[in-house]
């Protein structure tokens, strides 16, 4: 019972310590090799068009990077 306990508490902590550093740095959890980006992907799938919700995705990120750009200015 000991042992299943100390291994419980070792995972808890490994997945405590993975959502911090998602919730900190907002980077997705990559393999050693670096994930589709090193092979030349750019996205997941191969649709010469993105779709819809990607399309407003993109749109709120760039509104809110011109945001961010013009308070950095101020």
Do not use: T, W
């Not at 900190?24 to 919700?53: H, N």
């Amino acid at each position: 019972m000991e042992v299943f306990i100390a291994a419980f508490i070792f995972f808890l902590l490994a997945f405590v310590g993975m959502a911090l550093g998602y919730i900190f740095k907002r980077k997705s959890i990559q393999g050693s090799c670096g994930g589709l980006g090193s092979i030349g992907v750019e996205k997941v799938c191969d649709c010469p068009e993105p779709c819809d919700a990607r399309k407003k995705r993109m749109a709120r990120e760039a509104v809110r990077h011109a945001q961010l750009e013009k308070n950095r200015i101020l």
